[in-house]
């Protein structure tokens, strides 16, 4: 079933009829919805309209606006963070410039907005208000996200706050306009969203520790690349709290070193963070939201196999090794 | 009738309850927003409406949405034009920071569109889609703007093309709202349109030449600022078309010399646009337009007092001198 939707996602996407006559503009579009990436939002969202449904498809063209939603945020991101690279290859604002990210960024979140609202006009005010929620909630995120690395102390919860905001309200926004589109309850609507608000932080909290615990051969990027950054992630944050004072302090002299980390570092800071078992609190915590997640889930009615489906995908989401 | 609307424009602006939670993202949107400036496009918006429907207001929320659209583009324009000032104060990348400008445009674009979005689910999908239709064309029309600066030979029908998106399609597409929440008939909303497209690009003639030949004291800003930017305005391109060899030489190395224009270049230049008439020619290609416009109104099935408004207005403001 996920193979079937994968396909059909990717399909859509290509099928995008971009206008020849601005490549300017319209080239880093393409260029940025073919990278290619996991495709994990539009097939929540398509399965979460099958779970009310029969044929998911009914779902497919907001499918492709939350992607393309997303995709739009990465590329603004991108500058925001002064990332040169994207997937293994450039990002938009280094293959090109900052103003061309800018603004085919700024056309993006139009052609998703466009694609979101290809449904009913009954149901567009809720699945439109839904989307356009989201959308601000992520750029909320994104602006705490940013003010992190200025502020020295962040909290747990602050932290917790903002990966809900910039990670896990697309992914609930998209279960629940999916849900929309299939039929569903206001109610079962809803059960979407807080199932999806408690995925997507899992998600967020099992890239952090990717990010610090992930096998090198398998992980894709570079291991150790928040710490090297030193970005306050849920490891750090959990590990500035338990740990004694000695510990502590040195683990702060390292984040407040402005770019004077290196690789030695990563091997100093993971030490830390194993012996204080950070790594298995946040394990503990992710299989808790997902613990949590599932309960919602089973109050949802709806197709039960696809249930399973989505919570099967969930599972190996929270074990992958990329 | 129009102070009236105004007041109502100003009222609804000044009751935008931002957040107060994050400052960082919200109070620059705030700033934009309450920079001032004269609120055609709303205005023009809630006086389409009344051509349909008695009570301007209906259209309020359309109307500030226009308005909030605008500043997003703005905040973005800036920075990719590296513009430091707005309306006499500092732009929002320079008071803030490339990044926050970024961030809060991006808001500012989803808070324009919930805005656009409040009205009846029937009529929901024409005004959305009228909208995001604009949105895009108003990016296009920045992306051949900025890439007319790299452009030995830019045709003046592009430059025209250029214009219209840039600046005529969202007057266009929120007149075209306007009706539409006022009940107007396709046919009616379509000659709003086609009304509104002919009164942006005129107005945008109007800036041209005010830019050129407006007065120092009444105009706000420095006269001759195209021609210092080398900016390939209408009133060079006809310049160029009209000029002998010489002459046109001429003033091809003036706006080829990269940041080397002084204010003697603006006298040389002006004197060369007065010598071929191209101020005269822009006055009638605008009272063309206007002339044409008068003409789609005429046709449109409405309350006359309000069109007779709608074209004092439009008369008013090709005969501004700011």
Same mark, same amino acid.
């Given at each position: 079933?996920?193979?079937?939707?994968?396909?059909?996602?990717?399909?859509?996407?290509?099928?995008?009829?971009?206008?020849?006559?601005?490549?300017?503009?319209?080239?880093? #579009?393409?260029?940025?919805?073919?990278?290619?990436?996991?495709?994990?939002?539009?097939?929540?969202?398509?399965?979460?309209?099958?779970?009310? =449904?029969?044929?998911?498809?009914?779902?497919?063209?907001?499918?492709?606006?939350?992607?393309?939603?997303?995709?739009? /945020?990465?590329?603004?991101?991108?500058?925001?963070?002064?990332?040169?690279?994207?997937?293994?290859?450039?990002?938009? *604002?280094?293959?090109?410039?900052?103003?061309?990210?800018?603004?085919?960024?700024?056309?993006?979140?139009?052609?998703?907005?466009?694609?979101?609202?290809?449904?009913?006009?009954?149901?567009?005010?809720?699945?439109?208000? /839904?989307?356009?929620?989201?959308? #601000?909630?992520?750029?909320?995120?994104?602006?705490?996200?940013? $003010?992190?690395?200025?502020?020295?102390?962040?909290?747990?919860?602050? =932290?917790?706050?903002? #990966?809900?905001?910039?990670?896990? =309200?697309?992914?609930?926004?998209?279960?629940?306009?999916?849900?929309?589109?299939?039929?569903?309850?206001?109610?079962?609507?809803?059960?979407?969203?807080?199932?999806?608000?408690?995925?997507?932080?899992?998600?967020?909290?099992?890239?952090? =520790?990717?990010?610090?615990?992930?096998?090198? $051969?398998? *992980?894709?990027?570079?291991?150790?690349?928040?710490?090297?950054?030193?970005?306050?992630?849920?490891?750090?944050?959990?590990?500035?709290?338990?740990?004694?004072?000695?510990?502590?302090?040195?683990?702060?002299?390292?984040?407040?070193?402005?770019?004077?980390?290196?690789?030695?570092?990563? #091997?100093?800071?993971?030490?830390? *963070?194993?012996?204080?078992?950070?790594?298995? $609190?946040?394990?503990?915590?992710?299989?808790?939201?997902?613990?949590?997640?599932?309960?919602?889930?089973?109050?949802?009615?709806?197709?039960?196999?696809?249930?399973?489906?989505?919570?099967?995908? /969930?599972?190996?989401? /929270?074990?992958?090794?990329?």
């Amino acid at each position: 079933m996920i193979k079937k939707l994968s396909e059909l996602i990717e399909l859509e996407i290509s099928k995008q009829n971009l206008p020849v006559n601005l490549p300017g503009l319209y080239d880093p #579009i393409a260029y940025t919805l073919n990278l290619g990436g996991k495709r994990i939002r539009p097939l929540l969202t398509l399965l979460s309209a099958q779970i009310f =449904y029969p044929d998911a498809s009914i779902a497919i063209k907001q499918a492709l606006g939350i992607e393309i939603f997303h995709n739009f /945020t990465l590329v603004h991101d991108d500058i925001m963070d002064n990332a040169p690279l994207r997937r293994g290859i450039k990002s938009v *604002f280094k293959k090109w410039n900052v103003n061309t990210a800018i603004l085919s960024g700024d056309v993006m979140f139009a052609l998703a907005t466009e694609n979101i609202s290809l449904c009913e006009p009954l149901i567009l005010p809720q699945v439109l208000k /839904t989307f356009l929620q989201a959308s #601000i909630k992520v750029c909320e995120g994104q602006q705490m996200d940013m $003010e992190f690395e200025y502020i020295n102390q962040v909290h747990l919860r602050q =932290y917790l706050e903002m #990966i809900e905001l910039k990670t896990a =309200y697309l992914i609930a926004g998209g279960l629940k306009i999916g849900a929309i589109m299939g039929g569903a309850s206001p109610d079962n609507a809803t059960k979407m969203f807080t199932y999806g608000l408690k995925i997507g932080t899992a998600f967020q909290l099992k890239d952090d =520790y990717l990010d610090a615990f992930g096998d090198p $051969e398998k *992980f894709g990027k570079q291991v150790g690349g928040d710490i090297l950054a030193g970005k306050k992630t849920y490891l750090y944050l959990k590990c500035v709290d338990k740990a004694n004072e000695e510990d502590r302090k040195r683990l702060n002299e390292i984040y407040d070193a402005k770019k004077n980390r290196e690789k030695k570092h990563i #091997i100093e800071v993971k030490k830390l *963070f194993s012996l204080y078992q950070i790594d298995i $609190e946040l394990k503990e915590e992710m299989l808790k939201l997902i613990q949590s997640s599932k309960e919602v889930l089973q109050k949802v009615d709806g197709d039960e196999e696809t249930k399973k489906e989505l919570i099967n995908l /969930t599972d190996r989401l /929270t074990h992958r090794e990329n």
